[in-house]
């Protein structure tokens, strides 16, 4: 079965500093992996993926991804953060040997203070 | 735009009430989801539709809750006998190529706040 884990319900951070959000996966193969943003009363947009090559994935809004096979993880981060970065972040996992929809991780809401 | 649509944006209704929700895919996606979202609970798979093929079920909660598809475009997700542990925010999304076998994201629509009072 697949799983996704993202440990920290909420993140905070001033503008300017770098951010981090977690995530790690389970998998039974090689995984897809996507981080997608959601603002306030909107659907899920698509941030970035994984799917093979370079370990450190680059995708919008300036964010990006590194992909650590032996940890299991999938951190989503940013150089510099802004104040309008300030969302619910949901990473998300599907097998890349299967059938089934995307897993998603319970979110983790990220504020950027000024 | 071209987006994934969803109506209605908000629906408030009676317990025991049934709901229809709708769902318009991006025009050539053959992947469509459903899911729902609750306040702390992230994003909980409910039914997927793949092109022509028997649509996955796995994730309904209930037989109180079914969804269709027709002519590989519109879907409609039914909630019959609404309760209030059914109030939550529905998502649609869709995706140019089946699941699995592609590594297309998947697109949403805005959702549907369903409250049931």
């Known amino acids: 079965a697949q799983s996704v884990a993202q440990p920290e319900d909420q993140v905070n951070v001033a503008e300017g500093n770098p951010l981090t959000v977690k995530c790690t996966y389970s998998?039974?193969?090689?995984?897809?992996l996507f981080w997608y943003v959601q603002y306030p009363n909107r659907g899920l947009q698509f941030l970035l993926k994984y799917i093979t090559g370079d370990n450190l994935v680059k995708g919008s809004y300036g964010f990006e991804a590194e992909f650590n096979k032996s940890q299991t993880s999938f951190h989503l981060k940013k150089p510099s953060a802004l104040v309008s970065d300030s969302a619910l972040y949901f990473c998300?996992?599907?097998?890349?040997?299967?059938?089934?929809?995307?897993?998603f991780g319970k979110g983790t809401r990220l504020s950027v203070i000024a | 735009g071209a987006g994934v649509s969803q109506s209605p944006s908000n629906k408030v209704t009676e317990k025991g009430k049934d709901v229809e929700l709708r769902c318009d895919p991006i025009?050539?996606?053959?992947?469509l989801y459903w899911y729902r979202q609750s306040l702390g609970q992230g994003l909980e798979f409910l039914i997927y539709?793949?092109?022509?093929?028997?649509?996955?079920k796995s994730g309904l909660p209930s037989d109180r809750f079914s969804a269709e598809r027709t002519g590989g475009s519109v879907s409609t997700l039914t909630i019959q006998r609404t309760q209030q542990e059914d109030s939550a925010v529905y998502l649609c999304a869709s995706s140019l190529l089946p699941s699995g076998t592609g590594n297309q994201p998947q697109h949403f629509g805005d959702g549907t706040r369903l409250s049931i009072l």
């Open positions: 539709f793949q092109g022509n093929s028997a649509p996955d």
């Open positions: 998998v039974s193969g090689n995984p897809y």
């Open positions: 998300a996992v599907r097998d890349l040997g299967g059938n089934t929809p995307l897993v």
């Open positions: 025009s050539g996606h053959t992947a």
